[in-house]
């Protein structure tokens, strides 16, 4: 069974920063593409970046291009999403998953419980 265990989301100011962590359980790691998704109340989840299973090709949504940036340790069975110029419209409940590849939620299998950032203004 494959576990996925989000971390790091917290409270900052507009303009702040945070790095989400997401373990997974598992030998197959490096053999996935994985993908951090959020949802804010009252909306649908939405796909924010995604990265390759060597690391080597990221994808991002389009709000927040240059501003965050996913990453993987293949070594570590981790991925990191590290956030910049955060804004209260990231506000969001944040997942990791394991999928084949995509932008949709229905092409990823596992999901993380989720951490919640909130941006103040």
């Known amino acids: 069974q494959v576990q996925l265990v989000e971390s790091g989301g917290g409270l900052v100011p507009a303009g702040g920063s945070l790095r989400l962590s997401c373990a997974a359980s598992g030998r197959t790691f490096s053999s996935y593409v994985m993908g951090w998704f959020r949802q804010a109340l009252g909306k649908e989840r939405e796909f924010v970046a995604g990265i390759s299973r060597g690391g080597s090709i990221t994808s991002y949504a389009d709000s927040v291009k240059g501003r965050f940036t996913i990453s993987r340790d293949n070594a570590q069975n981790k991925v990191y999403l590290q956030m910049n110029s955060l804004k209260p419209e990231d506000t969001a409940v944040y997942y990791c998953?394991?999928?084949?590849?995509?932008?949709?939620?229905?092409?990823?299998?596992?999901w993380g419980q989720g951490t919640q950032v909130t941006v103040s203004s």
């Open positions: 998953a394991r999928g084949t590849a995509g932008v949709s939620p229905r092409e990823y299998n596992y």
